[in-house]
């Protein structure tokens, strides 16, 4: 089977994708990277000479779009990745989408419809439906050991305000100081949604206001978002997401008619989400706890050896003799978007993420938002699956971002919307300016 030739938009998340090509070059190989800033093509044009590839750097899109490849990943800016996508698709390219998909409802219709017409693959890089343990509980969900879905939480808490100047550079226009707390969802909604199957049907948001530390980040949204989110068996799950809370926490909980699974949280132990507490109380359990650290290949279930296994597995892993897949970030989950993407491209059996699915994600936060500038009333999900449905939505242009919004530019806080001072973007930026020396 040939290669797969892939371009990557984005030199700076998207290295762990280069590193993914670079470990697995009888599948894929990576041929072209664009990025607009000198100093991240430098970095990157360092890792392929030490990787010996002969992949070329390009400044400009229309360049790159240019250049001859099967796919392109776009790690790009999270606000920026449908029209990109849509570009690539009506080139006849795969597309490999990071966080998020859309920042619109229109871009959501287009970015659908692009999909559809080129016949290509789309996969949406919700890394974080691949942890260890959401994988698990995925396994579990399928094989009916946790019954039917009746209530589930997502948690993305994670306190930015350490790394904000190296992520915005003090710039008081970019897209994370003017995003609303509601936008980046799909990290606590998105591993919910995948586990189940299940599409969200009906949501209410729910703002934590703007606090101290999001001011002085720069941070227009409020400090976090909450959805409180129906499924469409009636099921109900609670989406918790922010940038400005204290502490960090991602934790994925399940609640079927069988039983019960849990991730370990993030800060506990270590071990994080590589973990799993299930409660079944079927005959096989008894009724009584397993905890243990699946690994990567699955196999049974909550079974005894496995969960021993597991274990071994993953004090292998403290010990520094790590399945290269682990190596990657976010607990190893980096490593599977991008197998995934590459097994879909090559018609082998792949565990993705599909536009439709990606929307339904991107649509809890999106959805929540207009909920919350209306009081936290439900908000009825549309189902893009449904060409008819579309057309509602079709000139939609709602979002905090002002050069795609429109006259349908929504304010960044349901809550508060006073000015920051300019001299909070300039100690920002001078932090950043700082860190380059």
Same mark, same amino acid.
């Given at each position: 089977?040939?290669?797969?030739?892939?371009?990557?938009?984005?030199?700076?998340?998207?290295?762990?994708?280069?590193?993914?090509?670079?470990?697995?070059?009888?599948?894929?190989?990576?041929?072209?990277?664009?990025?607009?800033?000198?100093?991240?093509?430098? =970095?990157?044009?360092?890792?392929? !000479?030490?990787?010996?590839?002969?992949?070329?750097?390009?400044? !400009?899109?229309?360049?790159?779009?240019?250049?001859?490849?099967?796919?392109?990943?776009?790690?790009?800016?999270?606000?920026?990745?449908?029209?990109?996508?849509?570009?690539?698709?009506?080139?006849?390219?795969?597309?490999?989408?990071?966080?998020? @998909?859309? $920042?619109? @409802?229109?871009?959501?219709?287009?970015?659908?419809?692009?999909?559809?017409?080129?016949?290509?693959?789309?996969?949406?890089?919700?890394?974080?439906?691949?942890?260890?343990?959401?994988?698990?509980?995925?396994?579990?969900?399928?094989?009916?050991?946790?019954?039917?879905?009746?209530?589930?939480?997502?948690?993305?808490?994670?306190?930015?305000?350490?790394?904000?100047?190296?992520?915005?550079?003090?710039?008081?226009?970019?897209?994370? #100081?003017?995003?609303?707390?509601?936008?980046?969802?799909?990290?606590?909604?998105?591993?919910?949604?995948?586990?189940?199957?299940?599409?969200?049907?009906?949501?209410?948001? *729910?703002?934590?206001?703007?606090?101290?530390?999001?001011?002085?980040?720069?941070?227009?949204?409020?400090?976090?978002?909450?959805?409180?989110?129906?499924?469409?068996?009636?099921?109900?799950?609670? =989406?918790?997401? &922010?940038?400005?809370? &204290?502490?960090? =926490?991602?934790?994925?909980?399940?609640?079927?008619?069988?039983?019960?699974?849990?991730? $370990?949280?993030?800060?506990?132990?270590?071990?994080?989400?590589?973990?799993?507490?299930?409660? !079944?109380?079927?005959?096989?359990?008894?009724?009584?706890?397993?905890?243990?650290?699946?690994? *990567?290949?699955?196999?049974?279930?909550?079974?005894?050896?496995?969960?021993?296994?597991?274990?071994?597995?993953?004090?292998?892993?403290?010990?520094?003799?790590?399945?290269?897949?682990?190596?990657?970030?976010?607990?190893?989950?980096?490593?599977?978007?991008?197998?995934?993407?590459?097994?879909?491209?090559?018609?082998?059996?792949?565990?993705?993420?599909?536009?439709?699915?990606?929307?339904?994600?991107?649509?809890?936060?999106?959805?929540?938002?207009? =909920?919350?500038?209306?009081?936290?009333?439900?908000?009825?999900?549309?189902?893009?699956?449904?060409?008819?449905?579309?057309?509602?939505?079709?000139?939609?242009?709602?979002?905090?971002?002002?050069?795609?919004?429109?006259?349908?530019?929504?304010?960044?806080?349901?809550?508060? #919307?006073?000015?920051?001072?300019?001299?909070?973007?300039?100690?920002?930026?001078?932090?950043?300016?700082?860190?380059?020396?």
């Amino acid at each position: 089977m040939k290669k797969i030739k892939i371009g990557v938009l984005g030199g700076f998340r998207g290295k762990t994708m280069v590193d993914w090509c670079l470990q697995n070059k009888e599948s894929a190989e990576v041929t072209a990277i664009c990025d607009c800033s000198e100093a991240v093509r430098a =970095s990157v044009q360092k890792t392929l !000479n030490e990787k010996s590839s002969d992949a070329k750097l390009y400044e !400009n899109f229309e360049d790159f779009l240019a250049h001859d490849m099967d796919a392109v990943v776009l790690a790009n800016y999270a606000n920026e990745h449908a029209p990109f996508a849509i570009r690539c698709l009506e080139r006849g390219l795969h597309v490999f989408s990071e966080v998020l @998909p859309v $920042q619109t @409802p229109a871009e959501a219709v287009a970015l659908a419809e692009a999909v559809e017409k080129s016949g290509k693959i789309y996969v949406y890089g919700e890394n974080y439906c691949y942890f260890p343990a959401t994988l698990e509980m995925k396994r579990l969900y399928e094989k009916g050991v946790l019954g039917n879905f009746e209530y589930g939480e997502g948690e993305y808490v994670h306190n930015c305000e350490p790394i904000w100047p190296g992520i915005t550079y003090g710039d008081p226009e970019h897209w994370r #100081n003017t995003m609303s707390a509601f936008f980046y969802c799909t990290h606590s909604a998105g591993p919910i949604i995948h586990i189940t199957g299940l599409r969200p049907v009906k949501v209410s948001g *729910f703002e934590i206001p703007p606090d101290a530390r999001s001011r002085s980040m720069g941070a227009r949204g409020g400090a976090g978002g909450v959805e409180m989110v129906t499924l469409e068996n009636g099921g109900v799950m609670k =989406s918790l997401h &922010a940038s400005a809370l &204290a502490k960090n =926490s991602i934790w994925y909980s399940i609640y079927g008619t069988k039983g019960r699974a849990e991730s $370990q949280r993030e800060c506990v132990f270590g071990q994080s989400t590589a973990k799993v507490y299930l409660m !079944n109380d079927t005959e096989e359990r008894g009724g009584e706890w397993a905890q243990y650290c699946p690994s *990567f290949d699955g196999g049974e279930p909550y079974s005894g050896e496995f969960g021993v296994e597991g274990e071994k597995f993953f004090k292998a892993i403290q010990r520094g003799e790590s399945d290269p897949r682990f190596s990657f970030g976010h607990q190893g989950s980096d490593y599977f978007t991008m197998d995934n993407f590459v097994r879909a491209i090559q018609g082998k059996p792949a565990n993705i993420v599909d536009v439709y699915e990606a929307l339904d994600m991107a649509f809890v936060g999106m959805f929540g938002y207009f =909920s919350a500038l209306a009081g936290g009333a439900p908000m009825e999900i549309p189902d893009f699956r449904d060409k008819t449905v579309r057309e509602k939505y079709r000139n939609d242009t709602r979002c905090c971002d002002k050069k795609v919004a429109g006259d349908m530019l929504l304010p960044s806080s349901s809550i508060n #919307n006073d000015e920051i001072p300019p001299e909070v973007y300039r100690t920002i930026r001078k932090k950043y300016l700082d860190s380059l020396k």
